[in-house]
């Protein structure tokens, strides 16, 4: 519960403050919550602000493709930062940088919009029928 609540404050945070992320934040305290307490699970993934997002990534693994930039943006500036304005071990740069690209190629392989449901594509095409 204590986890889910400290998740759920850094991500309240995240949302008010550019660079800190929300939802990864949001979708470690819905896990916490999911072991703790099934009220504030529910709360949570209902939430009129931070349930949408969590309900995509649960039912989809969709990332919008505003978050899909501010990460990658976010990252490549916190690089260059520690490339050239810190005096870290360049070995630590480098399994800093391969982690950052990891975490840049999991978030842009994933799906920006939630696929068309097969009732969804048909009315479309059908409109009335």
């Known amino acids: 519960m204590v986890l889910g609540w400290g998740f759920f ?3 309240a945070v995240g949302a008010a403050l550019p660079g800190l992320p929300t939802t990864p934040f949001m979708l470690l305290a819905l896990w916490a919550f999911s072991k703790s307490s099934r009220r504030f699970h529910r709360w949570l993934y209902a939430h009129p602000v931070f349930g ?6 649960c039912t989809h693994r969709v ?3 505003k978050a ?3 990460s990658v943006i976010t990252m490549t500036l ?5 490339a050239f304005f810190t005096a870290i071990s ?5 399994l800093i940088a391969a982690l950052m690209l990891y975490g840049a190629a999991f978030i842009l392989t ?3 919009r939630a696929p068309e449901s097969k009732f969804e594509s ?4 059908n409109p009335g029928h």
């Open 68 to 70: 899909k930039w501010l």
């Open 63 to 65: 990332i919008p493709l």
């Open 9 to 11: 404050g850094l991500g």
């Open 110 to 112: 994933k799906p920006s």
């Open 90 to 94: 360049i070995w630590i740069k480098i």
């Open 78 to 82: 916190s690089f260059v930062y520690l």
């Open 122 to 125: 048909d009315e479309s095409v």
């Open 52 to 57: 949408p997002p969590l309900q995509q990534w």
